[in-house]
């Protein structure tokens, strides 16, 4: 019933020596005479407290390299801020710098329009010493007139001379750059040109030394080895023709160029192809196909034909509601003037009712017209 021939696991019995070890010397360590008075281990004491000052030391040299090395990015940082604060002093100090020398205010375009002394520079009361002084009235400039237009035009000529100069200079040293270009570049493919050419020279004469060596060789060792050479590449020229042969049958006769499918079938999933050896479906495979091809065009076809019936019918049920409905209505309008037509002979039979009644009263009932005498007689009573 139950299995008790079952050998011990030998990882276990491992484990449990272990623990029998460990305890036995926990034992021997409790019933120790000397350690067993004071009721302590003064060894396993003693090798924690060296253990924790070890840690307390590798803890301060930890903190102490710690705190070495914050003083120092502090330090990198104070300096960093320093030279930053330099940077944008010396920034700031050109910027005002280039303000004050560039951007004064009798430089700018629009001081001319509210310069206080604008009207006393317009018309210079005397323009040099040959000048002859001139009177109160008398006029000493002309409107658009322009006194500096020679000095302008000559500024102007030296300027467009020395920009003219300018661009030809540096089209002189861009054409000059592309020829010293042009001419490293040739120098550099005609030496490796020549360097490739007496490498192709060196290489012929090797060889040639090389073909001149064996030609001595096989001279010297006689017409009998010149045979033995013949013999041999014949034997290989034959052994390649024979293994040519063998591979050309190989393959004529292998299920590579046949049209074999049982090739591209999986050998592990039947239901699947191998896509490098499949040859194409076979002709049951194609008829299958076409069979369950033409099972679904029926299948269509015949849905297709339900469809139609259902339209047609959804139609027919649709015009039979729309003639019950257009009959429905045209009763509907006969009833409403049938009504009509009987209320309206109502109307006037009870209005030549009313009319009769009326006449009726006013011919025969109120004939008699009351006087003033008897509403007299009618108010005195009352009172």
């Excluded at 710098?97 to 210079?124: G, I, V």
């Excluded at 034997?235 to 024979?242: G, K, L, S």
Aim: net charge neutral; aromatic share 6%; hydrophobic share 30%.
């Amino acid at each position: 019933m139950y299995k008790v021939d079952l050998s011990p696991d030998p990882k276990e019995m491992a484990a449990i020596e272990a623990r029998r070890n460990r305890e036995k010397e926990r034992q021997s360590r409790f019933f120790n005479v000397q350690t067993r008075g004071m009721g302590v281990d003064v060894k396993a004491l003693n090798s924690q407290v060296e253990e924790q000052k070890l840690r307390d030391t590798t803890e301060q040299s930890k903190e102490a390299t710690y705190g070495t090395y914050q003083k120092q990015y502090d330090l990198v940082a104070q300096l960093l801020e320093k030279e930053q604060a330099e940077r944008t002093r010396r920034l700031a100090k050109k910027l005002q710098e280039f303000r004050e020398q560039k951007q004064q205010l009798r430089n700018r375009p629009q001081y001319n329009l509210w310069n206080p002394s604008r009207l006393w520079m317009e018309f210079p009361a005397c323009l040099g010493r040959s000048d002859p002084p001139c009177g109160l009235a008398s006029l000493q400039c002309f409107a658009r007139e322009d006194r500096e237009r020679a000095t302008c035009l000559k500024m102007q000529q030296e300027q467009f001379t020395y920009g003219l100069e300018r661009q030809l200079q540096e089209q002189w040293q861009v054409t000059a750059d592309e020829k010293c270009v042009d001419m490293l570049s040739d120098q550099l493919r005609l030496a490796m040109d020549m360097r490739s050419t007496q490498m192709a020279k060196v290489e012929e004469s090797h060889r040639v030394a090389v073909m001149s060596a064996m030609a001595n060789t096989n001279k010297a060792q006689g017409p009998h080895q010149a045979a033995e050479l013949a013999e041999r590449q014949r034997r290989e020229w034959q052994h390649e023709q024979e293994a040519n042969f063998m591979e050309i049958q190989n393959q004529i006769t292998s299920d590579l160029l046949t049209e074999n499918p049982q090739v591209a079938q999986h050998p592990v999933a039947p239901h699947q192809v191998l896509p490098y050896c499949w040859k194409g479906m076979t002709p049951e495979q194609r008829a299958a196909i076409r069979k369950v091809q033409e099972v679904q065009r029926h299948e269509e076809e015949a849905q297709r034909q339900a469809d139609q019936a259902r339209v047609a019918k959804w139609g027919s049920q649709t015009l039979c509601l729309a003639q019950a409905t257009m009959e429905l209505q045209e009763q509907e309008r006969e009833l409403s003037a049938e009504h009509r037509r009987g209320l309206g002979s109502f109307n006037q039979q009870l209005a030549k009712e009313q009319k009769a009644q009326q006449d009726y009263l006013n011919s025969i009932i109120y004939t008699n017209q009351p006087m003033a005498q008897y509403h007299l007689q009618f108010n005195t009573s009352s009172h």
